[in-house]
């Protein structure tokens, strides 16, 4: 019988799982009380020992050394400020040295050619470091003015900027007993290359850097200015005559594509402000250009001169005949004038470059915009220089351009150029018109 269903078992493929045995008594019980309960070891511990809260201490969280009783929390912001007045760029506490302050003065230099609009920002920071040096620091005056002029004289588009750099030193540092006589020292310097004017015109080598220092003379005469006795500022007569005078009357007296180029571009430059300031010399002789202007017009027959350099000579000749592109109306003029001027000026020969303008909407410069003139030129080429300067003295009428051979044409004479009917501005041919009417037909209607 048994055998019979074990066999049954088998068949069937089920296996046989007893069930898991209850402990005893006695393991119970030591699982429960240990492995020995007649062996309950009794603690004599207690977390009230003297050994873990000691009953009488001396210490105190209000004892004096954790918080001062005579100097209160306040004292330490008036430190902290003094102590961040005190920071300087040398170090903590420490003014700067010579060297710190002509190594910011270079990179300052060096930005400013390419960020001209940031002077004052590049050059606050300078002059903190100027005004922090010991009183028996070296001077270093002596080096910023040379460090000054070279790139004044060397960096065509820095020549606006150094100019306009004069004069914020000579106005911030007016004080500072080191910098006091900077206007005197840096026009001591030009006054030693001036000297050396007829040096260096016969020298191919240094006759770029006579026209790169002419020219930044001609923007220190527009932009440096001293106080008179009463207070009123005006630009520097010396500057005007005889220095600006006699770099042109050498230049003219020399004359090249080059030399003529520097001496157009500077008087279309400063031509306007010469005229106004005769006052600024002490006799009509020694301010009068005649003798400039007389020199630049016989050099228009000068056979060793290209068709452009003759272009320019023109150019600035008519700007002087055009008063130099002003009104000449002495009562000033309305809102409505001057619009009305800007707009011809803009189409005349007298504006030959983009027009840009301030916050306020005003005209300015392209040098105060942060250009130079010499900027544009890279991108000329040779061809194109002579014919913008032929443009610019009135060689070409208005809607033509040169060819090859010298012949004029009139643009509208092209083969590329057609006009298909009358031009307005809601002009359509036959066939547009039939096509618009047909695209209106197919548009689904809307009751």
Not at 88 to 102: K, W
Not at 255 to 273: E, I, R, Y
Request: hydrophobic content about 30%; aromatic content about 10%.
């Amino acid at each position: 019988m048994s055998s019979g269903s074990a066999g049954k078992d088998s068949e069937s493929g089920s296996h046989f799982q007893p069930g898991l045995r209850r402990p005893l008594l006695s393991t119970q019980e030591k699982l429960q009380n240990g492995l020995d309960s007649s062996k309950n070891l009794q603690s004599t511990l207690s977390v009230n020992a003297p050994e873990f809260v000691p009953r009488k201490t001396t210490f105190s969280v209000t004892a004096a050394e954790f918080v001062p009783r005579q100097q209160p929390y306040p004292q330490y912001s008036q430190g902290l400020y003094q102590d961040f007045q005190g920071l300087q760029i040398g170090g903590y506490g420490q003014p700067p040295t010579s060297e710190q302050v002509l190594d910011s003065f270079k990179t300052a230099l060096t930005a400013l050619i390419s960020q001209p609009g940031n002077m004052e920002e590049l050059m606050s920071g300078v002059i903190d470091q100027i005004n922090q040096l010991p009183a028996t620091a070296e001077s270093i005056q002596n080096k910023v003015v040379e460090m000054l002029f070279e790139q004044c004289v060397s960096e065509p588009n820095f020549r606006y900027t150094g100019a306009r750099l004069c004069r914020l030193l000579c106005k911030k540092l007016k004080s500072h007993p080191m910098f006091q006589d900077f206007r005197n020292v840096f026009l001591t310097r030009c006054k030693e290359e001036f000297l050396k004017k007829d040096e260096m015109i016969l020298n191919p080598k240094l006759i770029d850097r006579l026209c790169g220092f002419t020219m930044f003379i001609g923007e220190l005469f527009l932009n440096l200015e001293v106080e008179d006795g009463s207070g009123k500022a005006h630009k520097i007569g010396i500057l005007r005559s005889p220095v600006l005078k006699d770099l042109l009357l050498i230049l003219l007296s020399h004359p090249t594509d080059f030399t003529v180029k520097c001496a157009t571009q500077l008087l279309k430059l400063t031509g306007s402000t010469i005229e106004d300031t005769a006052y600024l010399n002490k006799t009509p002789e020694e301010g009068s250009y005649d003798e400039v202007f007389l020199q630049i017009r016989q050099l228009d027959t000068y056979p060793d001169l290209n068709r452009t350099s003759k272009c320019l000579i023109k150019s600035v000749l008519d700007l002087k005949d055009n008063n130099w592109g002003r009104s000449r109306s002495s009562n000033p003029p309305t809102p409505e004038d001057s619009y009305q001027q800007n707009y011809q000026q803009a189409a005349n020969f007298t504006q030959n470059e983009p027009i840009f303008y301030n916050q306020h909407g005003q005209p300015i410069s392209a040098q105060e915009a942060g250009y130079s003139d010499q900027a544009f030129n890279p991108y000329l080429q040779e061809e194109e220089e002579e014919e913008f300067a032929r443009w610019e003295a009135g060689e070409l009428e208005e809607g033509g351009h040169w060819v090859e051979g010298g012949d004029y044409q009139a643009w509208s004479d092209q083969d590329e150029y057609f006009q298909t009917g009358p031009y307005t501005e809601n002009y359509m041919d036959e066939e547009i018109e039939a096509a618009y009417e047909e695209f209106l037909r197919q548009q689904p209607s809307h009751h």
